[in-house]
C-alpha cells in the first residue's frame, strides 16, 4: 500500500489549540506539510504557531472558528482552494469535548453537545472536504477516538456514546472510500496529559479520572503520524487502553463486573 508523504501535503487538523492536535500539528508541519490548523480559543491557537520551532518547507494556517457551524467549514473549504488546484492531502478530525457524570443526573443538552462536537461536526466536515480529499495525494482522514469508543466505562455515558459512534461510522465510511483510494484511520488513545480535563461540560470543577497510565500528547502524536504516514486502518494506543479493550472483547462479563461502580473521583482527592 502506498505511503502517506507528508513533505509538501495539505492538512487540516481540528482541535488544535493544544494538546493532541496542537502536537499533531507541530509534527506534521516539522516534516514539510502546510498545516491548516482550527480552534474556537483564538489566544490558544494562537500559541500553536508561535509555539512552533520548526523551519519552512511546512507551515502553519490558523482559522478561529466553531466547527459545529457552516461558517466555520467553509472558512476552511476557501483556505484549501487559495493553497492550489482545491486538493487536501490529510484530514485530522481530533477536536472534542467530555463530560463525567451520572447520566440520570445530567441534562439532555449535555448528551446533545457531546455529540454534536464530537460526532455530528466531525461527519459533516469530513462530507464537506470528501471533494477536496478526492484531489489530494494518497489522501488519509484520521479520526481521533478513544478505547472508550470499544469499551464504555460508566459516568461518561455520553462521550462513549460520541466515541462508539464515530467508531462505527469510521468503519463504514472506510468501505466506502476504499474504492477511490481514501484511507481512514482511527486512532483510539486512553487517558492524555493534556487540557482536556479543564473543559468537561456539565462537570464539577475538579472532577478527574481515573485511568491506568496515560500518555502525553507529544507521545500520543507521534503514533498518530505514524498511522498517518502507514495509512493504518486503527491503532489502540496505551498497554493500558489495550488490556481494557481486548480484555472487553474476551471476557466482557468480568470487565462489566470490575466497572459497575463509580470509576471517577475529585481532583482533589486524587493528589
Known amino acids: 500500500m502506498k505511503r502517506w508523504d507528508p513533505s509538501g501535503a495539505l492538512a487540516v487538523v481540528t482541535g488544535a489549540s493544544s494538546g493532541i492536535g496542537r502536537c499533531i500539528a507541530h509534527q ?12 474556537r480559543r483564538e489566544e490558544q491557537l494562537m500559541e500553536t504557531l508561535t509555539s512552533w520551532q520548526g523551519n519552512p518547507p511546512g507551515s502553519l494556517m490558523p482559522i478561529v472558528g466553531d466547527l459545529t457551524e457552516q461558517n466555520t467549514r467553509q472558512k476552511i473549504v476557501k483556505t484549501i482552494k487559495e493553497q492550489g488546484h482545491g486538493g487536501l492531502d490529510l484530514l485530522v478530525n481530533n477536536a472534542g469535548v467530555g463530560a463525567i457524570g451520572p447520566f440520570g443526573e445530567a441534562s439532555p443538552q449535555r448528551l446533545r453537545q457531546v455529540m454534536e462536537v464530537n460526532f455530528f461536526a466531525v461527519a459533516e466536515l469530513t462530507r464537506t472536504l470528501l471533494p477536496h480529499l478526492r484531489l489530494g495525494h494518497a489522501s488519509v482522514i484520521c479520526n481521533v477516538g478513544s478505547v472508550l469508543g470499544h469499551c464504555a466505562v460508566p459516568d461518561k455515558s455520553e462521550y462513549c456514546a460520541s466515541k462508539f459512534a464515530l467508531h462505527g461510522w469510521s468503519d463504514a465510511l472506510r468501505c466506502e472510500l476504499a474504492a477511490e483510494g481514501i484511507q481512514v484511520t482511527l486512532v483510539s488513545p486512553s487517558t492524555t496529559r493534556s487540557e482536556f480535563f ?25 503514533h498518530t503520524v505514524r498511522a498517518i ?6 491503532v489502540i494506543l496505551s498497554g493500558g487502553g489495550k488490556l481494557l479493550v481486548y480484555a472487553d472483547r474476551l471476557l466482557p462479563g468480568l470487565i462489566h463486573k470490575i466497572l459497575k461502580r463509580p470509576r471517577y473521583a475529585k481532583r482533589a482527592n486524587a493528589n
Open 28 to 39: 506534521l508541519a516539522d516534516q514539510g506539510t502546510k498545516v491548516i490548523v482550527v480552534a
Open 198 to 222: 479543564n473543559s468537561l461540560i456539565e462537570t464539577d470543577s475538579g472532577t478527574a479520572s481515573k485511568s491506568i497510565g496515560s500518555w502525553s500528547p507529544q507521545r500520543v502524536a507521534q
Open 229 to 234: 504516514v502507514h495509512r493504518k486502518r486503527e
